[in-house]
C-alpha cells in the first residue's frame, strides 16, 4: 500500500538539542497529522494539521503543513529522554464518510541523557 | 476521554486455528473503526474499514476470507484471522472515529500482538 515518506528513518541525538524531522508525499492531503508510538502500544496523537501553511505548536512541538499540502514537519525544541519513541506521520485522504489515513514510514528518536 | 481498548493484549496460538481480536469504543460511539497491522520496525498498514451495520471495505492485497470483520455496534468491531499461519504473526492496531466529532481524527487502541507458531 501507499506510504509517505519519513527522514530521517532514525537519529540520535543529546538531550537538550532540538529536533527536526519531515514527511513528504507524492499526492496531495487535506490534513496531516503527527503520532508518537511507544513500544508494543498504539499510536497517540500529538498534532493535526487542517490548512495549507498551518504552522500549529502543542508545548514543545511544533508542526507545519507544506503549502503545497504535499509535505509536513515536525520540530521538538530542548529534547528530553522521554522524547524517545517512533515519529509517525499521516496524511489522511477520502471524502466526508470515506476518510483514512496513509501512514508514514517512521522516525525513530533516541535520547542521549 | 476518546478511549480505545483490545483484547487480548498478545495471543499466542497454533498455525490453523483463528484468532479473534476485539476492539472497543469506551466513551463514544464509532460507526467506523478501522484495522491496522505493523510489522516489527515498519510503519501501520491500513487493512481494512469497518463500518457498522455493513460491509468491511478492505485494502488492495487484503484477504477479506482471512481476515473476517465484523461490527455489530457502535463500540464494538472484531478481528477474526482465520487458519493463522506464523507470516500473519505481527502488531494489529484498531482505531475508531467519534460519530459526535469532526470525522477526522481517529484514535488508536494499544495493539495486540499475534504471534503464531
Known amino acids: 500500500g501507499q506510504q509517505l515518506n519519513q527522514s530521517p528513518q532514525s537519529m540520535f541525538i543529546q538531550e537538550g538539542e532540538d529536533v527536526s524531522m519531515n514527511c513528504t508525499s507524492s499526492s496531495i492531503f487535506n490534513t496531516w497529522l503527527w503520532y508518537k508510538q511507544d513500544p508494543g502500544e498504539g499510536p497517540v496523537l500529538l498534532i493535526a494539521l487542517y490548512k495549507a501553511g498551518e504552522l500549529t505548536s502543542n508545548g514543545r512541538l511544533t508542526a507545519q503543513f507544506g503549502i503545497t499540502r504535499k509535505d509536513s514537519f515536525l520540530n521538538i525544541s530542548a529534547s528530553i529522554p522521554s522524547d524517545v519513541g517512533i515519529y509517525f506521520c499521516a496524511g489522511q485522504k477520502g471524502t466526508s464518510g470515506t476518510y483514512k489515513y496513509i501512514f508514514g514510514t517512521g522516525t525513530r528518536l533516541k535520547v542521549l541523557a | 476521554g476518546a478511549v480505545v481498548s483490545q483484547h487480548p493484549s498478545r495471543v499466542i496460538c497454533k498455525s490453523g486455528t483463528s484468532v479473534k481480536i476485539e476492539c472497543r469504543s469506551l466513551d463514544f460511539q464509532a460507526t467506523t473503526m478501522f484495522w491496522y497491522r505493523q510489522f516489527p520496525k515498519q510503519s501501520l498498514m491500513l487493512m481494512a474499514t469497518?463500518?457498522?451495520?455493513?460491509?468491511?471495505?478492505?485494502e488492495q492485497g487484503v484477504e477479506k476470507d482471512k481476515f473476517l470483520i465484523n461490527h455489530a455496534s457502535l463500540t464494538l468491531s472484531t478481528l477474526t484471522v482465520t487458519s493463522a499461519h506464523p507470516e500473519d504473526s505481527s502488531f494489529y492496531i484498531c482505531?475508531?472515529?467519534?460519530?459526535?466529532?469532526?470525522?477526522?481524527?481517529?484514535?488508536f487502541g494499544p495493539g495486540t500482538r499475534l504471534t503464531v507458531l
Open positions: 482505531s475508531a472515529r467519534d460519530v459526535a466529532g469532526t470525522g477526522i481524527e481517529q484514535f
Open positions: 469497518s463500518n457498522e451495520g455493513s460491509k468491511a471495505t478492505y
